[in-house]
């Protein structure tokens, strides 16, 4: 069941999937698009200190999601967000009106997360991730499956196009039921 948006006069968005998916890329676009707010976790973890510390293996901060979810409850209440975050499963199911998982092909993904810098653990971990889909499970299992859709994220093109089909999702809700 999708959650209750009735008090809600603009929809909340969550773009997720495995790094290098090109998340911040469609969430910046789809955000310019329809002046939705765009909030990207990892930077909101950064400016706010909403962490626990740095993980060394994984080269990240261990965020504190409580901390996370705390900050954006009044915003996700107003709604009008777009949020992007390669995680899903600890933000309350009643914030989104549409998850979005971008997936791409594995040897594009090798590709763009060793231009990152990627490597070692960090790296293996984040291209298994994507292999076994576990971006896309955890939507499906966080949230109503009516709300959750795949979208594939390998070129511009696909960017374009999961733009567009967001834009007009954004432009069309509320749904009428």
Not at 26 to 55: C, F, M, P, Y
Request: net charge negative; with cysteine.
């Amino acid at each position: 069941m999708a959650p209750d948006n009735n008090k809600r006069k603009r929809p909340n968005i969550l773009v997720t999937g495995t790094p290098g998916t090109g998340k911040t890329t469609t969430s910046s676009a789809v955000a310019e698009a329809t002046q939705l707010r765009h909030i990207n976790i990892g930077d909101l973890v950064r400016e706010k200190n909403l962490h626990d510390g740095w993980d060394d293996d994984l080269q990240c901060h261990i965020i504190n999601e409580d901390l996370v979810c705390d900050e954006l409850e009044d915003v996700m209440d107003e709604g009008g967000n777009i949020v992007d975050y390669h995680g899903c499963d600890f933000f309350p199911e009643r914030w989104f009106d549409l998850v979005v998982v971008l997936q791409t092909d594995n040897s594009v993904l090798y590709d763009r997360l060793s231009k990152r810098g990627y490597e070692g653990a960090k790296l293996s971990n984040n291209i298994e991730c994507e292999i076994f889909q576990v971006l896309l499970e955890e939507a499906k299992e966080s949230y109503a499956e009516d709300i959750v859709i795949a979208l594939k994220s390998d070129n511009i093109e696909d960017i374009t196009r999961n733009v567009a089909t967001i834009t007009d999702w954004i432009r069309s809700w509320p749904p009428t039921s």
